[in-house]
């Protein structure tokens, strides 16, 4: 029940925030600058996150997020030279499909319209 209160709040946070981003400047006057407008709207985004992240959701997040990152450590990332041969390798196929499909485009149209239609393009 509490984290539904949590959450609840923060999302009320967040919806404050935002009315005070586009209201500010009736509030106080049209001089508002837009740095204050902003910065109300991420000190609301800010608590809101804080708020959220003491619910059991928000520490299950923190938790997934801190493993992603390990997980993200252990990643063996492929050196310059791999990437650019999978890069070219991939760039070739396109080109071969395009042009395969192109011939199988000109054939379907001459077969329609030559043989089917009598026309001649």
């Not at 949590?6 to 009736?26: Q, R």
């Not at 390798?89 to 030559?114: K, P, R, S, T």
Request: aromatic share 8%; hydrophobic share 60%.
């Amino acid at each position: 029940m509490i984290d539904i209160v949590k959450l609840t709040s923060a999302a009320i946070v967040v919806v404050v925030g935002a009315y005070g981003y586009y209201e500010l400047p009736a509030l106080m006057g049209q001089d508002v600058s837009i740095l204050m407008r902003v910065g109300l709207l991420l000190v609301s985004l800010v608590v809101a996150a804080g708020i959220a992240a003491t619910s059991t959701q928000g520490a299950s997040l923190i938790e997934f997020s801190k493993g992603s990152r390990t997980e993200l450590r252990k990643m063996v990332w492929p050196t310059r030279p791999e990437t650019i041969q999978t890069t070219m390798i991939v760039l070739v196929m396109v080109v071969i499909i395009a042009i395969f499909l192109w011939l199988i485009d000109m054939a379907v149209f001459e077969v329609i319209y030559d043989l089917l239609l009598g026309v001649d393009s």
